[in-house]
């Protein structure tokens, strides 16, 4: 390795690899997701994926180099913890919290990945190349932030409310109070 240029090869071809194991991982985290929105959000985003594989192509031929895999160990880690979380025993909005859960832990390596490429490649006179990242990175920030949308508009509180009916520990003897008591309604009336 002598040189940033080589560096910002190298780190391509672990990028090339993690977006082509995403595109494997993707059709079973959409198939396992209870919510038509996030199923819909993960399918989409299977699209963009496609589309950020040919990104690549594009970048590898701009810098002038044959596009080439080398295996990202860390999306290999990332999706087998996406798998574990999906083998867990868990419903509903619960069960698509952990997905949305390791989907951003996906976006997030990935992010982290093209800002530096696309700096990289600035600091190289390779304007085409971070052009082409630029949009990849944008386009996994849009990823990102839809998913903590859904997290905190629909599946958090769903899968809350899941627990509060299924827990029996200190949750219940919350929710007997509420059902119960006089001091329940000073509660709703802060609300
Ligand atoms: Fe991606």
């Given at each position: 390795?002598?040189?940033l240029?080589?560096?910002?090869s ?12 995403l ?5 079973k ?12 959000a993960?399918?989409?985003h ?18 002038g180099?044959?596009a ?91 899968a ?26 000073k509660?709703?009336?802060r609300?």
């Open positions: 390795m002598e040189s240029k080589e560096l910002l190298e780190e391509l071809k672990d990028l090339y690899s993690a977006e082509k194991q595109l494997k991982a993707l059709p985290m959409a198939k396992n997701a209870n919510s038509g929105e996030l199923r819909s993960l399918e989409e299977l699209e963009v994926t496609r589309g950020q594989v040919d990104r690549l192509e594009q970048v590898f031929e701009s810098l180099k044959p080439k895999a080398k295996t990202c160990k860390a999306m290999q880690g990332l999706i087998e913890e996406a798998n574990e979380i999906m083998e867990e025993d868990a419903e509903g909005a619960l069960a698509d919290a952990g997905i949305i859960a390791a989907a951003q832990k996906v976006e997030h390596y990935e992010m982290a990945s093209y800002g530096t490429v696309r700096t990289w490649a600035r600091i190289c006179g390779e304007n085409e190349a971070a052009e082409l990242l630029q949009e990849t990175l944008d386009e996994e920030g849009e990823a990102d932030k839809k998913l903590t949308e859904l997290a905190e508009s629909i599946v958090n509180p769903q809350e409310s899941q627990s509060d009916g299924q827990e029996s520990g200190s949750r219940g003897s919350k929710k007997s109070t509420k059902s119960g008591s006089k001091s329940s309604s509660k709703s009336s609300r």
